[in-house]
């Protein structure tokens, strides 16, 4: 099983690139110090978007790899359990999958661990944080979702704020350390707040894949969260 990190990483989400120039755009990143590569699954179901399935991770998995990255492999769909070994076998190192898609938690969570994954669980802005305290035992990976999933550029939710450190109460709750993900609205004006809230893998698609040069977007992000110094709550 790949080893999650638990210290800071900035996460660019693959689905602010541009399309036609994905591995490009992919490789810059990587060369620039990203060691997450964030995957974005959406089906036009349980989020009104359609995106990408496996093969764009069979893609992209032996580059990610390649640098000793991992692939972060979010899946905004419905009943994700009767596609993780799919993904698994795509490549991806973590599979996260959200507590009002999936009913079986418990053993969903397990199902992608014994796959070899990283186990993740996210929610909706709208869903309390609470809905995670149980499934939280089972996880690698807490994400908090900071913008409704289903569209890129979207405004960063205040609220996340709040939710964060209560995620990152919850990331207590196993034996081994349980990662916190922030998803949504990460940029140079907020990067540093979720940050010091809780969260330690931070994704942040646009403002790093909208802008002139990828690479250089994503060293000024993760200069942002260095330069912050260590969180009260490591």
Known sequence: MAQ????????????????GRMREQVAEVLDAGARVIHIDVMDGHFVP??????????DLAELIHEYGALADVHLMIEQ???HISQFADA??????????????????????KELGCRAGVTLNPGTPVAALA??????????C??????????????ATLERLPLMRELAGAGDDPVAVEVDGGVNTGTIVDVYRAGANILVAGSAIFGAPSPG?????????????GEPAWA
């Open 4 to 19: 999650w990190p638990t210290i800071p990483e900035v996460a660019p989400s693959i689905l602010s690139a541009d399309f």
């Open 49 to 58: 978007v359609i995106t990408f399935g496996p093969k764009m991770v069979t």
């Open 80 to 82: 994700p359990e009767r």
């Open 91 to 112: 490549g991806a190192d973590s599979i996260t999958v959200h507590v009002e898609a999936s009913p079986h938690l418990h053993h969903t969570l397990h199902a992608i």
């Open 134 to 143: 149980e499934a939280a035992r089972y996880a690698d990976v807490l994400l």
């Open 145 to 158: 979702m900071s913008v409704n999933p289903g569209w890129g550029g979207q405004a960063f939710i205040p």
């Open 216 to 228: 250089e977007s994503f060293r000024e992000l993760r200069g942002l969260v260095t330069a912050a």
